[in-house]
């Protein structure tokens, strides 16, 4: 089972900084070739897709539980029925919401247009491309799901790799040959689409189980059943999902969608800090239920406030190098006009980042020990505040505004979090910050200290002078960690498992 957990971890992390580096070469191609204003809906329009991703009611999460406990049971009835009845229901969601776009492209396509003037032929074929990617997504959603309940997160990645590789290099000719929003939508669905259709294909090999649609495995009780356990992360999803795409729905509604590539984007770097952390937790929601059942509360408490510790030693340093190095790093990566803006933005984004990652395992712990309805409904109070503040601010401060309603949402919200969670874990507020943040402290306060004195000292305006200063403070406070952070019964674990590796080798 661990080497399940590691190789499949590896894998979810190897795609994910594929993902990222591909980002940074596409990102500033794609802003060139679009303009702000069509970058500003790209990104407003994927957000309204995101809400729209929430209508299959927590029916992903549900069919990688009950694929991963048939197959276990060898009950071979059940997956088919689970397969069948999924994928009706949710290429019935999928229907719907291409409906609906393919009804917006033909009654108000010029709601997308810049000026009440401009022609609005352009954003029909849009409305209509983004359709029919949703029409393929929903049932593709299932497929995926059936491969990640039989633990292929590695085949499911390896498809991943390969798409986004081909894919992106395809759009980097074509968006540096003059083409643009059209083009970027039309590939992307091609690509998404591709990628569904490859994992129903693969479902339908013996291999991979032989799995076919068959009306008489349609089930209505299979239905209710994955529809009852998928309520439960629905609304916890659901209000994180709101959370997350507030921001750029508010600037974009208010302020204008010209305006949401100067927050989207510096917000788009500390998101790949969060996506890494999220990669690195995945693995423990398992472990942390096994332990539950078992009784095992002391060692299932000792590897949470050990296992916090590295991921927040690991997550504070990048944040704090995106925010010193950030507004360098996008005046170089996009341009002056994106660098100049980030500055005060990025304090801001990475101080509520910070606070929201105090606590990274929280959400794998309750789901484990099935606490997830206290999480669910603070979560919809933070979306509730969230979306309160970024309106009340948006308008006095702008984009800063909104960036700042997050980090006085994460001051109100995580404390609670963070309270409930050490009760669950059954140990003291103080207890956990001493064995957890304590031994951070220094080490990040004098990373600080030393990216501002290299700043200052060098003035990085390239990419070499900036990977030079963020070399020199990585190396610095990995030094600190590991000398003041990490304890010796830690270190002597740590030495074990590399000398083994290296002696693989």
């Keep these: 089972m661990l080497k399940v957990i590691v190789k499949n971890a590896g894998s979810n992390a190897l795609v994910m900084v594929v993902k990222i580096c591909f980002s940074f070469i596409m990102a500033p191609v794609i802003v060139h070739a679009l303009g702000n204003y069509d970058y500003g809906l790209w990104e407003i329009v994927f957000s309204l897709i995101g809400y729209m991703g929430m209508m299959d009611i927590g029916m992903r999460p549900a069919v990688v539980r009950y694929v991963a406990k048939f197959k276990a049971e060898d009950d071979r009835k059940k997956l088919d029925q689970v397969f069948s009845t999924a994928v009706v229901f949710n290429a019935t969601v999928g229907a719907v919401c291409c409906g609906a776009l393919f009804l917006w492209a033909y009654f108000k396509p010029e709601l997308l247009a810049e000026t009440a003037g401009s022609s609005s032929e352009r954003y029909v074929f849009f409305l209509i491309i983004i359709g029919i990617q949703i029409f393929f997504q929903f049932p593709g959603y299932i497929a995926q799901c059936f491969h990640e309940g039989y633990q292929r997160h590695y085949l499911n990645n390896r498809i991943t790799l390969i798409n986004t590789f081909v894919g992106n290099t395809i759009l980097y000719f074509l968006l540096t040959n003059g083409y643009g929003l059209l083009t970027l939508a039309l590939g992307n669905c091609i690509g998404i689409s591709l990628k569904y ?207 700042g309603g997050f980090l006085v949402t994460t001051l109100i919200i995580e404390p609670i979090i963070f309270i409930y969670t050490c009760r669950q874990l059954q140990v003291t507020v103080w207890e956990f910050c001493q064995k957890v943040y304590l031994r951070i402290v220094i080490p990040n306060a004098l990373l600080v200290l030393a990216l501002f004195f290299c700043i200052n000292r060098w003035n990085p305006e390239n990419y070499w002078s900036i990977l030079l200063v963020s070399l020199v403070g990585g190396v610095l406070y990995l030094a600190l960690f590991l000398l003041i952070s990490v304890t010796p019964e830690e270190r002597v674990f740590l030495a074990g498992k590399i000398n083994k590796q290296l002696g693989r080798g």
Excluded at 302 to 319: D, E, H, Q, R
Excluded at 368 to 383: Q, T, Y
């Design 197 to 403: 259709m490859i994992y129903f294909f693969l479902l339908r090999k013996e291999k991979y189980g032989a799995y076919r649609f068959g009306r008489s495995d349609l089930s209505k009780n299979v239905l209710k059943m994955l529809v009852s356990f998928g309520a439960k992360s629905f609304v916890q999803s659901t209000a994180s999902t709101i959370s997350g795409s507030i921001g750029t729905l508010v600037i974009g509604f208010f302020l204008g969608p010209a305006v949401v590539p100067l927050y989207t984007i510096p917000g788009r770097l500390i998101s790949y800090v969060r996506e890494f952390s999220m990669t690195v937790t995945n693995v423990f929601l398992p472990v942390f239920s096994h332990l539950h059942a078992g009784g095992e509360q002391k060692k299932l408490r000792n590897l949470y406030l050990s296992s916090t510790k590295f991921i927040v030693g690991l997550t504070f340093p990048a944040s704090i190098g995106v925010c010193m190095l950030g507004p360098a790093f996008i005046t170089r990566w996009i341009g002056a006009e994106y660098g100049q803006s980030a500055q005060l933005l990025l304090l801001l984004l990475t101080s509520g980042f910070m606070m929201l990652m105090i606590n990274p395992l929280h959400q794998r712990f309750l789901t484990g020990i099935g606490k997830i309805e206290f999480l669910a409904r603070v979560r919809v109070v933070n979306a509730m505040v969230l979306l309160l503040f970024c309106v009340l601010l948006v308008k006095p401060f702008g984009k800063e505004g909104v960036a």
